[in-house]
C-alpha cells in the first residue's frame, strides 16, 4: 500500500502543488479464499461519498461499503460482466439509509427527493444516465437500462433510443420497462427530514438577514453554513475491472440539500461523474473514474470533492504457462474534504477491506489532498475438465 497526504492546494491562485514525496509501492497479489469455486476473477473498489463521516456512524458506513463490494463480486463469480457487477454495487449504496444516493437522499427546496446516477461501460463506451428523477429508489437501474437498451439499436420508424433522461419522463421510462416506483415519501429518512428542516429554517435565517443588514447574525450564518457543509456526504460510486479486462464505472446521488426542484447534479453529465473506457490500440491500461462532490467549481474558493479510480492492463511478464493469465490492478482514492469511506474487493479475497480516508490534524478540507491506493494481481487459472 502507498500513502501521500497533505497536499497543499491553492484554489484561489490556480498554482500547481508542489512535489509530493511518494513511498515504495509494493505490488501485492490478492490472497485467494480457500472456500472460492473456480476460478473468478475481478475487482470492486466503491465509496460511499466524500464529505464528513462521523466516528459515531463509521461502522455504518464501512458496512455498506463491506455488502457493495461483496454484491459485485457475486455477480462477478457468477460469471457477469463488469457493467453487471458495477450496478449490483451501487444498488446496495442507494439502498443504505446512511447515503445520499436513493434511499435516504437529500431533499430539495420543495422537500422531495429528485435523484442523479449515471453508468459507463468501458468495453462499449455506452453510456446512460438519469436526472432530477423521483419516486425511483434505485436511479442506477434506469440508468444502466438505458445503457442496454441502446446496445440493441434503433427504435421502430428508425427512431435512436435515449440514453439520458430527466425528471417525470425518465420516472415513466423506468416504470414502462419494468422498474417497480416508489414514492418519494417512502424514500425520505428521519435524518434526512430532520435535516431538511433545520436547512429550511437556516435558509429563513439568511433571508432575513439579507433583507435587514445584520452584520453580526451574518456572521452567525456563515458560521452555520461553515458547519452544515462539513457534514454533508455528496455522491457514491463503484468502479470495476471483470475476468476479461473490462471496465465500468457508475454513481448516484441525491443532489445537494435544499437543490432547486430540476437539478441535475454532475452525477448525471457524461464524463463528469464517472468514465470507463477498456485499454485500444493507442492505449495500453483500461481505466475507469468515479467522482463525488463539486471538483471543477471553478469559481469556489475551496474546491470539496473525492474521486476513486483505477487502471490495469494484462501482466507483461513470463507466466509459468500460456494457459494462466494475470491482470495487474493499480487502484486509489483521493478527496479534500474531511473524510472518504471506501471499501475494496477482489475476487480472489474472502472479504473486503474497508477504510474511512481522513485530512491529517491541522488540514484545511477543500485546501489539503489526501491519496491512499494499492496495487493487486488477479491471476486467472483456468479450470480443468475431465
Not at 43 to 72: D, I, N, T, W
Not at 209 to 215: C, I
Not at 249 to 264: E, F, I, N, T, W
Amino acid at each position: 500500500m502507498w500513502r501521500v497526504m497533505e497536499t497543499p492546494l491553492n484554489c484561489a491562485e490556480e498554482q500547481q502543488p508542489p512535489p509530493a514525496s511518494w513511498s515504495t509501492v509494493t505490488p501485492q497479489e490478492s490472497t485467494p479464499d480457500r472456500n472460492d469455486k473456480g476460478n473468478a476473477v475481478g475487482f470492486v473498489l466503491v465509496h460511499a461519498g466524500a464529505g464528513y463521516h462521523s466516528e459515531s456512524k463509521a461502522k455504518e458506513y464501512k458496512h455498506v461499503c463491506k455488502r457493495a463490494c461483496q454484491r459485485a463480486v457475486d455477480r462477478l463469480k457468477a460469471g457477469a460482466l463488469a457493467v453487471d457487477a458495477v450496478t449490483a454495487a451501487l444498488v446496495e449504496l442507494e439502498d443504505s439509509p446512511f447515503t445520499n444516493a436513493g434511499m435516504g437522499s437529500n431533499l430539495n427546496l420543495s422537500g422531495e427527493i429528485e435523484c442523479d446516477a449515471s453508468i459507463m461501460d468501458g468495453k462499449s463506451l455506452r453510456y446512460g444516465a438519469v436526472g432530477a428523477v423521483s419516486g425511483i429508489n434505485n436511479p442506477v437501474l434506469v440508468a444502466n437500462r438505458l445503457l442496454s437498451e441502446a446496445q440493441k439499436g434503433k427504435l421502430s420508424a428508425g427512431r435512436i433510443p435515449p440514453c439520458f433522461l430527466v425528471g417525470r419522463g425518465a420516472h415513466d421510462w423506468a416504470v414502462n420497462h419494468g422498474i417497480p416506483p416508489c414514492p418519494s415519501e417512502k424514500m425520505a429518512t428521519k435524518f434526512s427530514l430532520s435535516a431538511y428542516k433545520r436547512n429550511k429554517h437556516k435558509m429563513e435565517l439568511a433571508e432575513k438577514v439579507d433583507t435587514g443588514f445584520n452584520h453580526h447574525s451574518k456572521k452567525r450564518r456563515q458560521a452555520s453554513e461553515t458547519e452544515n457543509g462539513s457534514g454533508l456526504l455528496d455522491t457514491v460510486g463503484a468502479i470495476v475491472v471483470d475476468r476479461e479486462g473490462n471496465v465500468a464505472a457508475a454513481v448516484s446521488s441525491g443532489g445537494l440539500a435544499m437543490k432547486h426542484p430540476g437539478r441535475v447534479g454532475q452525477a448525471a453529465h457524461h464524463g463528469c461523474g464517472c468514465w470507463a473506457e477498456n485499454t485500444s490500440t493507442l492505449n495500453p491500461y483500461s481505466t475507469a473514474v468515479s467522482t463525488s462532490g463539486s471538483p471543477f467549481l471553478a469559481s469556489e474558493d475551496c474546491v470539496l470533492g473525492g474521486v476513486i479510480v483505477l487502471r490495469c492492463c494484462r501482466c507483461s511478464d513470463a507466466q509459468p504457462s500460456p494457459d494462466i493469465q494475470a491482470i495487474l490492478v493499480e487502484f486509489l482514492w483521493s478527496h479534500t474534504t474531511e473524510s472518504m469511506c471506501v471499501g475494496y474487493m477482489s475476487a480472489q479475497d474472502g472479504k473486503a477491506k474497508t477504510h474511512i480516508s481522513r485530512l491529517p490534524p491541522g488540514a484545511v478540507a477543500g485546501q489539503s489532498l489526501a491519496i491512499e491506493g494499492g496495487v493487486c494481481r488477479l491471476v486467472n487459472t483456468p479450470t480443468t475438465v475431465d
